[in-house]
């Protein structure tokens, strides 16, 4: 069975002051890996996509990286605006066009000016 | 604006009830996906339609069911509602093949509370 485990749940930042969330995943094959970003009371909102390990993408202050066994989302120097709910999620082969994602219960990040 | 519009936004019902969740897709987007988000379980699968027709399913209890009209659009029949029934529901939609980032698009969901 597809696991996605989530860390911290929790991280208090000052603006500023950056940090890594980890999401540690067992997947049979990984077809994709994907990071959300979920604000209170909204739909989750697409960060990235990474397919292979040593792969790497970026946004703004975002950054997402993949090794065989976890992901990181490095934030570099946030700001208020960054505070949100961060979900990770897997998707496995074989499941072709379906994207029945696996999902963490998601690091809640809360930045203070 | 995900361009997935959810109705109803908020839903309150008792036990034993059946309520239908409408879902209208991106323009263009032929999938539509049901997740279902609670405070103990995270977000989960619930089903997916291609076009139509059932594509995938995942942990979707026999008391729900869905489907996909000729327009695209799709409900989310739960029936005989029980309070664990009480959650976050979301649809979503993708475009499939081509340039797809594996990208899913969500709505701002329908929050059903079951009394």
């Known amino acids: 069975e597809d696991q996605v485990t989530q860390s911290p749940e929790a991280l208090r930042l000052q603006e500023g002051e950056s940090s890594s969330l980890n999401c540690s995943y067992t997947?049979?094959?990984?077809?994709?890996l994907f990071w959300y970003r979920q604000d209170p009371g909204k739909g989750p909102e697409f960060l990235f996509t990474?397919?292979?390990a040593g792969e790497e993408k970026e946004k703004e202050r975002l950054k997402a990286t993949l090794t065989k066994k976890e992901s990181f989302l490095h934030i570099t120097a946030p700001k208020p605006e960054d505070s949100a709910t961060y979900l990770c999620?897997?998707?496995?082969?074989?499941?072709?066009?379906?994207?029945?994602?696996?999902f963490g219960s998601g690091t809640q990040l809360t930045v203070l000016p | 604006d995900s361009g997935v519009t959810q109705t109803p936004k908020h839903l309150i019902t008792a036990t034993g009830q059946r309520v239908t969740l409408r879902c209208s897709p991106r323009?263009?987007?032929?999938?539509v996906y049901w997740y279902q988000q609670s405070l103990d379980q995270g977000l989960q699968f619930l089903i997916q339609?291609?076009?139509?027709?059932?594509?995938a399913k995942g942990n979707i209890l026999e008391r729900f069911s869905a489907q996909q009209f000729p327009d695209l659009h799709s409900e989310l029949n739960l029936s005989s509602l029980e309070l664990g029934d009480s959650a976050l529901y979301f649809c979503?939609?993708?475009?499939?093949?081509?340039?797809?980032?594996?990208?899913?698009?969500f709505g701002e969901g329908s929050r059903l509370t079951v009394l």
């Open positions: 339609y291609y076009n139509g027709e059932e594509r």
């Open positions: 999620a897997v998707q496995a082969w074989p499941s072709g066009s379906a994207r029945q994602l696996t």
């Open positions: 979503a939609s993708s475009v499939e093949g081509g340039t797809d980032t594996g990208e899913l698009f």
């Open positions: 990474l397919y292979s």
């Open positions: 323009s263009g987007d032929l999938s």
């Open positions: 997947v049979s094959g990984l077809r994709g």
